[in-house]
């Protein structure tokens, strides 16, 4: 399923930008230290998610990127990204992703700049890592650098800098000028969780998927923090007993396939949440979909967030609805 073609992603995304030259070299700081990069990079690796996304959307091919089980088919590569793959003069390498680091991999590759900068690499990691080619890694906390400073920093680290700025302001340009359409969406709070070993995990406030829709201006149900005990964690989990303690007008949710909602749906403790019962389930389905917005980046945004939008304008109206109604 395609929401935008790459002739869209090539002519809103990659424009050529009038670009200042930026100075190497240039010193990135991060939550393993700093990194500093001589020249500008000319064989990049990415690993994490969506870093490979900012490289490309900024005119470059990486040497090697990682296999994305989730969303990204047999081949490991993800649908916004498969067309500039397949004309790509020299493709990457699609590097395994069963969450160990293929280092031997890497370093046959002959990278001069590695960039993780969403991720979770630890110290250990970015040592072995830097051991083979400078390498960029997240701030803050892991598995939670929103979009627009992936892509800042991409661009530094590439030196391009101009240019990942002018592609940040003209998608959150887009993203809002989309979102405006739908003013409802500014009027409801919303909450999000997944049913994750036995429980809810209830994505927090630091979630990068959370942070894309305040941004936008979307307002996060009090509950989600004040049900959460773990400072600094993305998600946390809540027993199902408590799951109807999680308010909000609409309850967002991500699942694989429509099959597996149905099931979960069949269940009382979901099927009788006052936001799903009122008509607030907003449920994103199908892996790819999914994907480009957990969390979503300055290619997949393009590829996804207009069938993403939909969902959640769906179940804002049929609140919106629902409790005029009842008035």
Known sequence: MRFASLLLLTSVLLLPHEASAQQF????????????????????????????????????????????????????????????????????????????IPFERIAALRPDLILAVYSGITEDQYALLSAIAPTVAYSGQPWSTPWQDVTITI??????????????????????????????????????????????????????RMEFLTDL?????????????????????????????????????????????????????AANHPSIANGGLAALVGTELVASVSPPSVLSLRWGFPHYLDVLAGAADAVTRTESETQ
């Open 25 to 100: 070299p240039v010193t990135l700081t991060h939550v393993w230290g700093k990194t500093t990069v001589e020249a500008e990079p000319q064989r990049i690796v990415t690993w994490g998610w969506g870093n490979e996304d900012a490289v490309i959307a900024l005119g470059t091919m990486p040497v090697g990127i990682p296999f994305k089980s989730y969303g990204g088919g047999e081949d490991g590569i993800q649908p916004w990204i498969e067309d500039s793959l397949a004309t790509a003069s020299e493709p990457p390498v699609i590097l395994s992703d069963t969450g160990d």
């Open 217 to 269: 201006g979307m307002k996060l149900d009090p509950s989600v923090d004040a049900l959460s005990s773990q400072d600094g964690a993305f998600y946390y989990s809540l027993s199902y007993e408590l799951f109807d303690e999680l308010e909000g007008d609409i309850f967002v949710t991500y699942f694989e396939d429509q099959p597996s909602l149905d099931a979960w749906l069949g269940n009382s403790y």
């Open 155 to 208: 661009g530094r680290a590439m030196g391009k800098q101009a240019e990942a700025q002018a592609l940040v302001d003209e998608t959150t340009a887009w993203l809002q000028s989309e979102f405006d359409k739908h003013p409802a969406l500014g009027d409801v709070t919303f909450a999000s969780a997944n049913d994750y070993d036995g429980a809810m995990a209830v994505y927090a406030p630091l979630d990068a």
